[in-house]
């Protein structure tokens, strides 16, 4: 089901040729540009430059043609009028809200969200006099009875991190247009090839390129993606001010993970939607969370809204902790690390990790049980993904 856009171009050959602008040298292969300025050919070119009326390249906190290439390939491809590459995917959160916000401003965001989103929205936002009230993903009711007259802005990820569980992002942007609030998707999950908030309404997409972009766990980076006045002008004002700026090498690092990513988050899911399904059917394995399964609560939303499931697979391992513990040091080949989004499959046990600085209490009414086990599942043969995981189960 691939839109047409830019010049009739399908979703990989954006992804493969948008944003690069061949220079006189002829190269094939994007350039990397590893220079902080940029030189002028006159006193008045550089005066235009400077105060905009002429477009180029003048300083690369703010203007570089690596990171350019990689901003208008992602630009393409979730389908805005503008993207804004940041120095890490909380630089670009960070941007977004000093962009868009001010003092007096209320948040209503998503319970589940990435924990440092957390932290910045309740330690550090609200020092500034912007409040953030937080409500259940899937409970529309919930949102709208959350929003306040200074509310600005709805922040959300879906799938969730680790349950997976799936919201509708177009009802959730006519609810936030119809309190004049936008709706910012931190898309981070899904990525582009999987779904494409803006085409359901939503107002900003947010990228950690650090995970799916990159692909191979190599660089940090970010990204705001968005129309030209909020993304173009106003978040593009606080990297210009402030300098969260993406390196020329990360940028590059990242437009070449683009070539792959279609490729690599169709292979991403196949395989979780395999492991799935095999657990689903082990008697040590209780329930399994992926939205690729008939069994998950928003599966059908899930299959209208995202273009296949996405990697992360959680499950309640029988048996608790212990349980939990005990099968992820079974594990040779699976990598005990919270990252994702990387070909190397990772194992975790939130309730002990990412999610161990909250009360019992606080963790139960998240879902996070002691026994859930979450994959961020890997691009190995799904074989040897099987038979790593095999192993701890059949010794329970
Ligand atoms: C990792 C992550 C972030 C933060 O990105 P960094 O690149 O680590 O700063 C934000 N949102 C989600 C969903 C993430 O997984």
Request: aromatic fraction near 6%; glycine fraction near 10%.
């Amino acid at each position: 089901m691939e839109e047409q856009r830019e010049e009739g171009w399908g979703f990989s050959t954006r992804a493969i040729r948008t944003g690069h602008h061949r220079t006189s040298e002829g190269e094939h292969s994007e350039p990397i540009f590893p220079t902080s300025s940029f030189v002028f050919s006159s006193a008045a070119e550089a005066a235009a430059r400077f105060s905009g009326e002429e477009p180029g390249n003048i300083y690369a906190r703010f203007t570089n043609p690596t990171a350019r290439n990689f901003e208008e390939r992602l630009a393409a491809l979730e389908g805005g009028e503008r993207c804004v590459a940041t120095a890490s995917g909380m630089s670009a959160i960070w941007a977004t809200c000093m962009g868009l916000l001010q003092a007096g401003d209320h948040i209503v965001s998503s319970r589940s969200i990435f924990g440092t989103t957390t932290i910045l929205f309740n330690k550090y936002l609200s020092r500034f006099g912007i409040e953030t009230g937080f409500v259940n993903l899937t409970d529309l009711a919930a949102w709208e009875a959350a929003i306040r007259p200074e509310t600005k802005l709805l922040f959300l990820e879906t799938p969730s991190n680790p349950l997976t569980e799936v919201a509708d992002i177009a009802g959730l942007s006519e609810l936030a247009h119809a309190h004049g609030c936008l709706l910012v998707v931190d898309n981070c999950l899904c990525t582009p090839a999987l779904q494409r908030p803006l085409s359901l309404g939503a107002d900003i997409v947010i990228h950690s390129a650090t995970k799916y972009l990159d692909g191979q766990g190599r660089c940090i980076g970010g990204a705001v993606v968005g129309s030209h006045e909020l993304v173009g002008e106003e978040v593009f004002g606080v990297l210009r001010t402030a300098g969260p700026t993406l390196s020329p090498f990360n940028a590059w690092v990242f437009l070449k993970g683009l070539e792959t990513l279609d490729l690599r988050m169709q292979a991403h899911s196949r395989n979780a939607q395999q492991l799935a399904e095999w657990l689903e059917g082990h008697p040590q394995v209780g329930r399994v969370y992926f939205p690729g399964l008939p069994s998950h609560p928003q599966h059908a939303l899930a299959m209208q809204q995202q273009q296949a499931p996405g990697s992360i697979v959680a499950f309640d391992v029988k048996g608790g902790q212990l349980a939990a513990w005990t099968l992820i040091d079974a594990t040779r080949m699976l990598s005990i690390t919270a990252n994702l989004g990387d070909t190397k499959t990772t194992i975790t046990h939130p309730a002990s990790t990412t999610h161990g600085r909250l009360t019992p209490e606080e963790r139960s009414r998240s879902g996070i049980s002691n026994g859930l086990v979450r994959i961020a599942v890997g691009l190995e043969d799904i074989a040897d993904i099987q038979a790593d995981l095999g192993r701890g189960l059949d010794s329970l």
